[in-house]
């Protein structure tokens, strides 16, 4: 449909034009270094992903998904294989720009419910039982409250998806690159005086008219569109960003389902460090997933939902072409309630490291503010 | 915002005003019009189960058949179409019936079970779901409803029942398959009691192996109860024994004592006070509704009455946002759409609605999950989310402002009574072009809000 010259839901108007765009020029901004957590919906199956082929239970626990050297997977360290689906990150595996935290969990334990799960691991609380801290707001989003200088730019949530792990009281942005939205000085006054009298619709319009552009090109969010966005966002002001990837959880015929998801981080990590360019040596990826799903392969050639998972590590800023974590075992007695990958880690702490090495966010207020209650540990040497 | 009682029956309890159909004036009214709408016929069916069977036999059939491409392309294609026309034949029932507080019901239920599909075979009777599973069943029990409901081809796909074998069946032990629990799982945690409530992992467990041998009749396109999928012998849940000799019967048991447990009480007690009055409901509101559950065993006549007619249901106006389907439906009304216009559209109509509702990000029949669509306000009155709502507000419009005289002042009035507030209103009249004004009382609070 050809719109107006008035249309303010228009996508010819440049943003330009309104007061409301703030100028984006700023004497601080919080260093140089970049952070971007991605959010893998649906329960990755570490085991899948990167498989233990070196295990001596492995084969028997899953007989039609477990993969060999030469046989679709890709050896990483004579122990762990990457699997042929996620086979587009050897370059970056090779260039030591990718690393694996492997069974590794939130402390969330025994529901295993998606929703439970996903809440807690983006809000960062204790709780075995899934519950939120008091606060229910976001680790990420405590931790830009933390960062000196850190201002509404400094982070992102991209997509449509609404995103917890960025919501709270520190200030942060949201936006997909999806939509378009231009407003003219008159437009912009209407609305405005439409919207007085209700927050929530003035805060969203103002933030709207803030971040549009003309160049919304597609309708459809996937790996690549939402990095080339988060890119160019964290090549201008914004230093943290965060986004989503569904599809990860494979109840059935794992070996095709997997392969959608799989494209879509793939695309997601290449395009990020395609588009970052030199910015890419400062950046830190890490992909985080609510639980892992279970040792054994089920009856439908998929896996259910477990416990002990696997993080993804990515960046040019990161100590990669390692795998880090500390093996439990698949023996019967070594698995989680003899049924899933034993969590040997808090994934907390390793979630907390980057933010240590990049903000200069310390110790104590990791342990007591942005993860309550977690050990850090020692330091794991996952960042340059 | 204080508004009138027929106000917030329309609106919060109803799709909105429509200028050609009578309001309800409050609860009785609402509780009257359940009967009513229960005995009408639809005014938009959708396509018939064995129209359904037809067509997908008819692409099996070209499969093996070794059909060229392009037939096979052509028969897929009918399918999605069939697809998107039953979809706007579902919004166009719930927007354009007289009975609106019904509609709003099968809307809430289609989303506290929602079905979607994780590939292109799963979506076959989706749109079918809501039709024969819920709508036949909202005025009874809950445990005849949640039978229903688990027992649709299309639930039993989505959450992977199908695929689930009793390790010690006969196919069990033939073909070394086993258990999926998905469906066990989010039967307890997401239709009934609730993730918070004290089920353990040995009662998903207990759950799945009762519910081996429930599955899809691929020929008829039908529940099927598979003997030789069945996992023989006894089944513990919630701390009480069930099954025997393989049949159906045995979850059907279960799942109509689940369907009273005071958990599941609790649980849809608040879904419904959060789904039509507040996101933050009255606690003696939803004590009420529990009360009243637990009273009349999931008798659901009496839990929406226990909705209504508690003082906190007519509370202050607009704590809720509209999510975009229901956006979209009371547009539709507000724009006084009649049956025959509608019908008119056809497929054109059809496509505008399944692309309106991708742009504003709640697609048909592709929730994100079994736990079906958020239902915080801040979940939706995201900046992408505003930007979505102005653009579709900005073409219904223009569409509008062509074919109709229509004053944008009225037309405020019209939809919104006595919730229109005073800098809408001004807005409003200050537009400088019709169209702009239409689009301007659609994109205002009070309009997505109830």
């Not at chain 1, 989503?244 to 793939?266: C, E, F, M, V, Y």
């Not at chain 2, 073409?395 to 402002?401: C, M």
């Amino acid at each position: 449909m050809t719109l107006s010259r008035r249309a303010f839901l228009g996508t010819a108007c440049s943003a330009a034009a309104s007061p409301l765009v703030t100028p984006m020029v700023f004497a601080a901004t919080p260093g140089e270094n970049r952070l971007v957590v991605i959010v893998l919906r649906g329960g990755l199956d570490g085991l899948g992903a990167v498989q233990p082929y070196g295990d001596r239970d492995f084969t028997a626990l899953r007989p039609g998904l477990a993969t060999r050297p030469g046989d679709g997977l890709s050896d990483l360290d004579g122990f762990f294989g990457l699997a042929d689906p996620f086979r587009g990150l050897l370059p970056l595996w090779q260039a030591g720009e990718l690393g694996f935290v492997h069974a590794i969990s939130t402390p969330y334990r025994d529901k295993r419910s998606h929703f439970d799960g996903q809440d807690l691991l983006e809000n960062g609380g204790g709780a075995t039982d899934g519950s939120l801290t008091r606060t229910r707001d976001g680790w990420l989003n405590r931790a830009v409250g933390l960062i000196p200088g850190a201002r509404a730019e400094t982070a992102m949530a991209v997509g449509r998806e609404h995103m917890l792990l960025l919501e709270g009281a520190a200030p942060a942005l949201s936006w997909s690159p999806t939509n378009a939205l231009a407003l003219e000085d008159d437009d912009r006054q209407l609305l405005t005086a439409l919207y007085s009298g209700d927050p929530l619709f003035s805060e969203a319009l103002a933030e709207a008219a803030a971040l549009a552009d003309d160049k919304a090109e597609t309708r459809r969010e996937s790996g690549a569109t939402l990095a080339r966005y988060t890119a160019e966002r964290l090549n201008a002001d914004a230093r943290i960003a965060a986004f989503s990837l569904g599809g990860w959880d494979t109840h059935r015929r794992q070996a095709n389902a997997i392969r959608n998801p799989a494209k879509q981080l793939t695309e997601a990590l290449t395009t990020l460090k395609q588009d970052l360019g030199r910015n890419w040596n400062r950046t830190a990826v890490i992909a985080i997933t609510e639980f892992g799903r279970t040792a054994r392969e089920n009856g439908s050639g998929g896996t259910d939902h477990g416990t002990g998972g696997l993080m993804v590590v990515s960046g040019g800023a990161v100590q990669g072409g390692r795998v880090f974590g500390d093996w439990p075992g698949l023996s019967e007695r070594d698995l989680y309630q003899n049924r899933d990958l034993m969590p040997t880690d808090d994934l907390r702490r390793w979630a907390a490291w980057p933010l240590a090495a990049m903000f200069g966010l310390d110790r104590a207020t990791l342990e007591r503010t942005v993860f309550p209650g977690v050990d850090l540990g020692r330091e794991p040497g996952l960042i340059l | 915002m204080t508004v009138s009682r027929a106000t917030n029956a329309a609106i919060r309890f109803g799709y909105g005003f429509h200028p050609d159909q009578s309001a309800p004036r409050g609860p009785e009214d609402l509780l009257l019009s359940l009967d009513r709408a229960a005995a009408a016929p639809l005014l938009f069916p959708v396509t018939p189960r064995a129209e359904r069977r037809e067509h997908v036999a008819e692409l099996f059939r070209l499969r093996r058949a070794k059909a060229s491409q392009d037939d096979v392309r052509a028969q897929r294609k009918k399918l999605r179409q069939m697809t998107i026309r039953d979809g706007a034949q579902s919004l166009y029932q719930r927007a354009l019936s007289p009975h609106g507080f019904f509609e709003r019901l099968v809307g809430f239920w289609t989303d506290h079970f929602a079905v979607g599909a994780k590939n292109a075979g799963q979506g076959v009777l989706i749109p079918d779901f809501e039709p024969t599973a819920l709508r036949p069943h909202l005025l009874g029990s809950f445990g005849d409803l949640l039978v229903a409901v688990v027992q649709h081809p299309a639930m039993l796909s989505y959450l992977d029942q199908v695929e689930s074998v009793g390790p010690n069946s006969r196919m069990g032990k033939r073909t070394g398959k086993g258990l999926n629990e998905n469906l066990a799982r989010e039967v307890l945690e997401l239709h009934t009691m609730g993730v918070s409530a004290a089920y353990t992992q040995e009662d998903v467990r207990g759950l799945a192996g009762l519910l081996t041998g429930y599955g899809v009749d691929r020929r008829k396109l039908a529940f099927g109860f598979f003997d030789r999928r069945a996992e023989p012998g006894s089944h513990r849940i919630l701390g009480r024994t069930y099954g025997g000799r393989p049949s159906k019967t045995h979850a059907e048991t279960f799942l109509r004592e689940l369907a009273e447990h005071p958990d599941t009480a609790r649980h849809i007690a608040r879904k419904l006070a959060v789904h039509f009055v507040a996101d933050t409901p009255d606690p003696g509101h939803v004590a009420h509704i529990e009360r009243t559950w637990v009273r009349n065993r999931g008798n659901l006549p009496a839990v929406y009455q226990a909705l209504v007619e508690h003082q906190a249901a007519w509370g202050p106006f607009g704590q809720k946002v509209k999510r975009p389907q229901d956006l979209l439906i009371s547009t539709l009304r507000a724009i006084a759409l009649m049956p025959d216009r509608a019908r008119e559209m056809g497929m054109r109509g059809n496509l505008r609605i399944a692309k309106a509702l991708r742009n504003l990000n709640q697609p048909l029949y592709r929730p994100p999950g079994p736990q079906g669509w958020p239902e915080e306000a801040e979940a939706w009155i995201t900046p992408q989310g505003l930007a979505g709502r102005l653009e579709f507000a900005g073409q219904v419009g223009q569409l509008l402002a062509k074919r109709s005289a229509l004053d944008p002042r009225r037309f405020a009035e019209t939809m919104l009574r006595d919730a229109l507030r005073p800098s809408t209103a001004f807005a409003v009249g200050a537009a400088p072009d019709r169209w702009e004004g239409l689009a301007l009382a659609l994109a205002s609070p009070e309009f997505n809000r109830r």
